[in-house]
């Protein structure tokens, strides 16, 4: 299969020329495939945030290359309002980026600067609105008398509206609690499983990635350190934690118990994977 974004050998520094030169990406790696949902995780500072911006273009490359569909997305830097179209990337905390008097007039918005038809505008509105759980009767509100959680689905949905071909979601539920993080989380499964786009999902949290991950790119000091499945990432979980990078509690629990000789697979990442495991074990000792 043939990737939908490609980013190659890319390498951005800051205030190049100067004593504060640094590289907050160097020599960078990524591949998204079509209808695939990667996940990107790193600490701060290990380049996450400056990766993602040069997805659709809100920044050029020092060196390297990104290509949407196989094509530079810089090969004709008039364009490149047409790839953030495409490239659709909600930013950390965007709720506040809203700034229309209503809620329809937000997630509309984007749509309408795509040029899309004032009836199809009004389709892709309720449709966005729908799956982040955005009742229709908040539609005439102003998005400012909204809760956070509520600010938060509304940025997502002006995004969603502009049916992106590729959805960019960094740090999606930061400073939401439990329930608020779970239920974004799950309409974007839902708005994934539905749409078949394909959706990169960047986040400090291993938990929210192991469980909703195809896919996963480690980063760590402004390099790629691993990529693999979860199954192939949380497998080298030692190593993972050497480098200062944490792994889901249930990885810990099912690492202490091997280390007790309890013959579990350690690189389990869900509480169904190794509620799995122990069961096989039970299951193992009945027969015995």
Known sequence: MEPILQVENLTHTYSAGTPFERNAVENMHLTAYPGELLGIIGH?????????????????????????????????????????????????????????????????????????????????????AAFVGIDEKLLDKSP????????????????????????????????????????ILSQIREYHKAKGNTVILVSHSMEEIARNADRILVLKDAHNFM??????????????????????????VAMALARRGVAVDPAVYTVEGLEAELLRLKGGAAHA
């Open 144 to 183: 400012f008398e909204l809760s956070g959680g509520q600010k938060r689905r509304v940025a997502i949905a002006g995004v969603l509206a502009m049916d992106p071909k590729v959805l960019v979601l960094d740090e999606p539920t930061a400073g939401l609690d439990p329930r608020g993080r779970e239920s």
């Open 227 to 252: 990529e693999g499945t979860p199954k192939e990432i949380f497998s080298r979980a030692e190593e993972l934690e050497s480098a200062g990078l944490d792994v889901p509690q249930i990885t810990k």
């Open 44 to 128: 701060t500072g290990s380049g996450k945030s400056t990766l993602i911006q040069h997805l659709n273009g809100l920044l050029k490359p020092t060196a390297g290359t990104v290509r949407l569909d196989g094509k530079d997305i810089w090969a004709e830097p008039k364009k490149i309002r047409d790839v953030r179209f495409q490239v659709g990337l909600v930013f950390q905390y965007p709720e506040y980026q809203l700034f229309e008097e209503t809620v329809y007039k937000d997630i509309s918005f984007g749509p309408l600067n795509m040029g899309i038809p004032t009836d199809q505008v009004d389709k892709l509105v309720r449709e966005a």
